[in-house]
């Protein structure tokens, strides 16, 4: 069982920058794959970001097109914690963020919710015009 806990989520204007985090239980937190969904009001859950683990200490790193270019991932192995870095918030950011985890570090593909077996509880982000 993992359990994930979000924070960070916010008001902020458009144009400004938040940083979620993900913290994550676990022993083998360096092995998983990490991803951040969101889903805004009427919508569906949509994929932002993930962490794919590839063995070792490598990462590979995917994002949607909607935030390519203004959101990065991070991730504190000793912390087990994963990050999001938000920069040039627009009002159509606003949703609730989930962070998700595949602690196999399976084969599925990183941008579909059901290849994720544990979600947080979400964090609110709310982009003002």
């Known amino acids: 069982q993992v359990q994930l806990v979000e924070s960070g989520g916010g008001l902020v204007q458009t144009g400004g920058s938040l940083r979620l985090s993900c913290a994550a239980s676990?022993?083998?937190?360096?092995?998983?794959?990490m991803a951040w969904f969101r889903q805004a009001p009427g919508k569906e859950r949509e994929f932002v970001s993930a962490?794919?683990?590839?063995?070792?200490?490598?990462?590979?790193?995917y994002y949607g097109n909607s935030v390519q270019g203004r959101f990065f991932i991070s991730r504190d192995n000793a912390k087990n914690t994963f990050y999001l870095q938000m920069s040039s918030l627009k009002p159509e950011d606003t949703a609730v963020y989930y962070c998700?985890?595949?602690?196999?570090?399976?084969?599925?593909?990183?941008?579909?919710?059901?290849?994720?077996?544990?979600w947080g509880q979400g964090t609110q982000v709310t982009v003002s015009s």
């Open positions: 962490s794919k683990w590839s063995g070792g200490t490598t990462y590979y790193n």
């Open positions: 998700a985890s595949d602690p196999e570090a399976s084969a599925r593909p990183v941008r579909v919710t059901t290849s994720y077996d544990y």
């Open positions: 676990g022993r083998t937190f360096s092995g998983y794959n």
